[in-house]
């Protein structure tokens, strides 16, 4: 086998071509560049986010590269809006082959300041979100005989982090719903895996710093402070979720890849 053969066997085991993507909160950052991503190596990508603007203007850029996407308004916190947004995702594609549970929110504060309707806000869409999509898309996954599921975790899935009690609590769950989710449905070809990425340039982050009231030239400097010595950008994890999406990984489930330029190495 020569070396052309070898780059074309490869790019056929990330190929996505035939393949229907369900991609939540990807309306801008992580959620945007692996729509665009999967849509590039051939997948059909249903974006699902409560922000029509922001998701109609992943679906344009996804269609401008000459790939397929569609937008359905979503709260994943809702179960019945995620059983209408998988429902509407059938009628179209008849599959689901990937679902990529990506929508999330933070709010930076310590279990004093934080409210109660604050800490059910994020655990209602970073974790209960990922519970309604997968209850929706795994029967028929099951019935088609397998799929990849992606959760969104965190480097603070791993480990602590300051003023933002909510947010690693529901990271941590995420990881270990991937896990359990992994156990129960390997008999059914379901492949479940987490990403887990470290600081990100998304507007998720610069949200957070103008939460915490720093400056932002020395908030992102020591977002950076890691081995590789730079924030991520939402590419970054995109390719992560691909590899995770691809036959490339189809004998790994229940795992984490952390994608944070070393941050918790």
């Known amino acids: 086998m020569d070396f052309q053969q070898i780059c074309n066997r490869a790019g056929q085991s990330l190929s996505l071509q035939g393949k229907v993507a369900i991609v939540t909160g990807a309306a801008s950052g992580i959620g945007r560049a692996i729509a665009i991503r999967l849509a590039e190596m051939g997948a059909a990508v249903a974006v699902l986010d409560k922000n029509s603007q922001g998701g109609n203007e992943t679906v344009r850029l996804v269609v401008q590269l000459g790939c397929q996407a569609s937008f359905i308004p979503c709260d994943v916190s809702s179960q019945a809006e995620c059983r209408e947004a998988v429902q509407r995702v059938i009628e179209s594609h008849g599959s689901i082959d990937i679902l990529c549970n990506n929508a999330g929110i933070t709010v930076r504060k310590d279990v004093l300041a934080l409210e109660e309707e604050e800490w059910d806000a994020v655990l209602d869409v970073t974790l209960k979100g990922a519970y309604l999509l997968s209850r929706e898309v795994i029967p028929h996954m099951i019935r088609q005989g397998g799929g990849a599921i992606i959760n969104m975790g965190s480097g603070w899935s791993l480990k602590g982090g300051p003023k933002a009690a909510a947010y690693c609590a529901a990271k941590a769950g995420v990881l270990n719903l991937t896990r359990a989710m992994a156990i129960d449905h390997g008999k059914d070809n379901i492949r479940v895996n987490c990403v887990c990425p470290g600081d990100v340039n998304t507007p998720m982050l610069e949200s957070e710093c103008l939460q915490l009231g720093e400056a932002r030239e020395q908030f992102m400097k020591e977002a950076a402070n890691r081995p590789l010595g730079r924030v991520g950008t939402p590419e970054d994890v995109a390719n992560a979720v ?24």
Do not use: E, H
């Open 242 to 265: 691909l590899f995770l999406a691809s036959d490339m990984s189809k004998w790994i489930t229940g795992a984490q890849l952390v994608v944070d330029g070393g941050g918790i190495a």
